[in-house]
C-alpha cells in the first residue's frame, strides 16, 4: 500500500523538521562556543533575525515549487481535455462534411485574430475552446438538414437555428468549458443586430464571437461546402468589405484583412498544438 500526502502536508512538514534541526544546533553551538551571558544574549537575538530571514526565504522557494508544479499539472490537464475535444470536433467536422481540418484552421486564424485584437491569456483560452466547438450545437440536429445541398426551407432554417442556444447549454454543463460559451452561442449574431438567437448588436456581442465571425464567413467562402464552391479570394475579400458594418464588426474585419497573410499561415499550420495560452 502507497503512502500519499498531501502538498501542503510535505511542505509544512520540510519547513517544520527544518526549523527543529536549525534551533536545536544553533543553541548547542553557542552555548559550546560563547560563555559570556552578555554576548550570548545577543548572538541569540541574531540567531533569531537569521532563522526569520532563512525561513522566509525557504518558504518562498517551496510555495514557488509547488505552485510550478501546479501550474504544469494544470497545462497538462487541460491539454489533455483539449485532445478530448479535438477527437469529437474531428468527428463533427466528418459527420457535417466539412473541409479538412476546418475547425482547427478557424481555431487557429481566431486565436491569431483574437491576439492582435488586444485579447490575452483566460480571453483567449476561452477563444480557442470556443472556436474549436462552434459548431458543437449542431450535434443535436439531424442530417438531412446539415448536409442538404440545396437551401433549406423555412422550417428547417428555424431548426437550423436553434444550435447556437443548444452549444451554449451543452458547454455549460461543463466547468471549463463554460467560460468558453460566447462564440458558440453569439457566431450568428450580426453587428447591425439583425443576427440570431438573441439579435446583439454592435459591442454587445462578445469579442470572442466578433473575432471568430470575421474568420468563420473567410473560411466559409475560401473552401467547398456541399451547397457551394470555394470562391475566389478577391471575391472573398470583396465580400468581407461589403459586409463590414452590417454583418461584421467593421474594425475586426479591417484588423483581419490588414493581417490577412501572416492569419492564412496560421489557418495551413500543423494542427494539434495549442494556438493561444
Do not use: C
Not at 78 to 102: C, F, I, P, W, Y
Request: glycine share 8%.
Amino acid at each position: 500500500m502507497t503512502l500519499t500526502t498531501s502538498p501542503q502536508f510535505r511542505t509544512a512538514s520540510i519547513y517544520v523538521v527544518i526549523a527543529v534541526v536549525w534551533i536545536w544546533f544553533s543553541d548547542r553551538a553557542l552555548e559550546w562556543m560563547v560563555h559570556d551571558p552578555q554576548r550570548l544574549t545577543w548572538l541569540q537575538s541574531l540567531k533569531g533575525w537569521l532563522f526569520v530571514l532563512g525561513s522566509g526565504v525557504l518558504l518562498y522557494a517551496m510555495v514557488g515549487h509547488a505552485v510550478r508544479r501546479l501550474a504544469v499539472a494544470n497545462a497538462e490537464l487541460v491539454a489533455g481535455n483539449e485532445q478530448s475535444l479535438r477527437v469529437l470536433v474531428e468527428a463533427m467536422d466528418a459527420r457535417h462534411k466539412e473541409t479538412s481540418d476546418h475547425s482547427d484552421r478557424v481555431t487557429r486564424m481566431s486565436v491569431g485574430l483574437g491576439r492582435l485584437a488586444g485579447m490575452k491569456d483566460e480571453a483567449l483560452r476561452n477563444l480557442r475552446f470556443g472556436a474549436l466547438l462552434h459548431d458543437i450545437g449542431k450535434l443535436a440536429l439531424p442530417d438531412a438538414i446539415l448536409i442538404k445541398p440545396g437551401k433549406l426551407d423555412e422550417a428547417e432554417t428555424t431548426l437550423m437555428r436553434t444550435h447556437p442556444k443548444i452549444g451554449h447549454d451543452m458547454l455549460q454543463k461543463v466547468g471549463f468549458l463554460r467560460a468558453a460559451s460566447d462564440v458558440p452561442y453569439s457566431h450568428h449574431e450580426r453587428w447591425d443586430g439583425a443576427g440570431y438567437p438573441q439579435g446583439l448588436r454592435g459591442e454587445a456581442i462578445p469579442l470572442a464571437a466578433r473575432v471568430f465571425s470575421v474568420v468563420d464567413v473567410w473560411d466559409a467562402l475560401s473552401h467547398p461546402r456541399v451547397y457551394k464552391p470555394a470562391w475566389p479570394q478577391d471575391e472573398v475579400i470583396a465580400y468581407l468589405r461589403q459586409v463590414a458594418g452590417s454583418q461584421l464588426d467593421p474594425h475586426l474585419v479591417a484588423l483581419f484583412l490588414d493581417h490577412l497573410d501572416e492569419l492564412k499561415l496560421l489557418a495551413h499550420a500543423e494542427s494539434g498544438a495549442p494556438s493561444g495560452s
